[in-house]
């Protein structure tokens, strides 16, 4: 009986809610899933779950053990990944969280290049604004954007991320180009939904946040692409990511306005769980990473 493929299992099924999307995520039978266990409950003497004919649930001794067999796993692929740092290629599965806008428009290639270089590493890339808990839901290395809070996860620096105030062409000539935050138009502003506001110091910001909490806004929404397009169509104004509207500057069809009040830049950061060894895959990804998009980033030429 291997008990690394029990763990596996019975984490799987705990992480996935279910026996059969369990198996398919371990590409194998619901039959041998629920096999391995059973067999699990039977060497620890205690039921993990309590099934019901809908949904499972884990007992109390089913917390205790998820615990102790993600910490095992873990451990077992630091392992592998240390011991693989004297191998010429990187292999395994690498799980990454990424933000939308810039995984459509700057991830596509790097992954492409990243492949070509590392044919033995397999990507799960799972695209989201939020903020993903890096070790509760098994990711290797989260892609983070915006100013970081304490965390015992480790920060490290991949670019810097200028924010820009934009508006289009035609918007200017009808509505006047603004000197001071202060001289934006009411109920034009296009306001990204997870928009950070603690840059106290920039008085663009605190416009924009004074704007936000009064409701004084035209459109909001949680993709920065889609306000882009709105503020190209002549919708209001935003501030947006370079990586966002470098084209857009680049072909005239977005103007940057307030350059004076431009907030001070912050970063693309990966995000990954402190561990005295770090497995050779993610260590090569990172360092890919790191040195992929250039100093200053690409998409920063637009000037």
Same mark, same amino acid.
């Given at each position: 009986?291997?008990?690394?493929?029990?763990?596996?299992?019975?984490?799987?099924?705990?992480?996935?809610?279910?026996?059969?999307?369990?198996?398919?995520?371990?590409?194998?039978?619901?039959?041998?899933?629920?096999?391995?266990?059973?067999?699990?409950?039977?060497?620890?003497?205690?039921?993990?779950?309590?099934?019901?004919?809908?949904?499972?649930?884990?007992?109390?001794?089913?917390?205790?053990?998820?615990?102790?067999?993600?910490?095992?796993?873990?451990?077992?692929?630091?392992?592998?990944?240390?011991?693989?740092?004297?191998?010429?290629?990187?292999?395994?599965?690498?799980?990454?969280?990424?933000?939308?806008?810039?995984?459509?428009?700057?991830?596509?290639?790097?992954?492409? /290049?990243?492949? #070509?270089?590392?044919?033995?590493?397999?990507?799960? $890339?799972?695209?989201?604004?939020? +903020?993903? !808990? @890096?070790?509760?839901?098994?990711?290797?290395?989260?892609?983070?954007?915006?100013?970081?809070?304490?965390?015992?996860?480790?920060?490290?620096?991949?670019?810097?991320?200028?924010?820009?105030?934009?508006?289009?062409?035609?918007?200017?000539?009808?509505?006047?180009?603004?000197?001071?935050?202060?001289?934006?138009?009411?109920?034009?502003?296009?306001?990204?939904?997870?928009? /950070?506001?603690? #840059?106290?110091?920039?008085?663009?910001?605190?416009? $924009?946040?004074?704007?936000?909490? +009064?409701? !004084? @806004?035209?459109?909001?929404?949680?993709?920065?692409?889609?306000?882009?397009?709105?503020?190209?169509?002549?919708?209001?104004?935003?501030?947006?990511?370079?990586?966002?509207?470098?084209?857009?500057?680049?072909?005239?069809?977005?103007?940057?306005?307030?350059?004076?009040?431009?907030?001070?830049?912050?970063?693309?950061?990966?995000?990954?769980?402190?561990?005295?060894?770090?497995?050779?895959?993610?260590?090569?990804?990172?360092?890919?990473?790191?040195?992929?998009?250039?100093?200053?980033?690409?998409?920063?030429?637009?000037?």
């Amino acid at each position: 009986m291997d008990r690394v493929d029990l763990l596996k299992a019975f984490v799987t099924v705990a992480t996935e809610g279910s026996f059969t999307k369990a198996a398919d995520k371990l590409d194998t039978s619901n039959q041998l899933v629920s096999k391995y266990v059973s067999q699990l409950e039977s060497y620890l003497g205690a039921r993990l779950f309590n099934r019901t004919t809908r949904r499972i649930h884990l007992t109390e001794a089913g917390e205790q053990c998820l615990q102790y067999a993600k910490h095992i796993l873990e451990g077992i692929s630091d392992m592998e990944g240390h011991v693989g740092q004297f191998q010429l290629e990187a292999k395994g599965l690498l799980r990454v969280s990424a933000p939308v806008s810039f995984s459509t428009l700057h991830l596509a290639s790097l992954l492409r /290049d990243f492949k #070509q270089a590392h044919p033995g590493v397999s990507i799960d $890339l799972q695209l989201s604004d939020r +903020k993903v !808990d @890096v070790v509760e839901e098994g990711f290797d290395v989260a892609l983070r954007i915006g100013n970081l809070s304490s965390s015992s996860l480790v920060a490290k620096k991949i670019a810097p991320i200028r924010l820009v105030m934009c508006a289009s062409p035609a918007y200017l000539a009808e509505h006047g180009e603004p000197k001071h935050p202060s001289e934006l138009k009411e109920g034009h502003y296009l306001r990204y939904s997870y928009m /950070d506001y603690s #840059q106290n110091d920039s008085p663009l910001i605190n416009t $924009l946040k004074q704007r936000s909490q +009064k409701g !004084d @806004v035209s459109l909001v929404v949680n993709n920065g692409e889609i306000l882009a397009e709105a503020a190209i169509g002549g919708q209001g104004y935003v501030l947006q990511p370079t990586f966002i509207v470098s084209r857009a500057l680049q072909q005239g069809t977005l103007k940057i306005i307030l350059n004076d009040y431009e907030p001070a830049p912050t970063a693309l950061y990966a995000l990954y769980p402190h561990r005295k060894l770090m497995s050779h895959k993610l260590r090569v990804f990172i360092d890919f990473l790191s040195n992929y998009f250039g100093q200053p980033p690409y998409w920063d030429s637009f000037e």
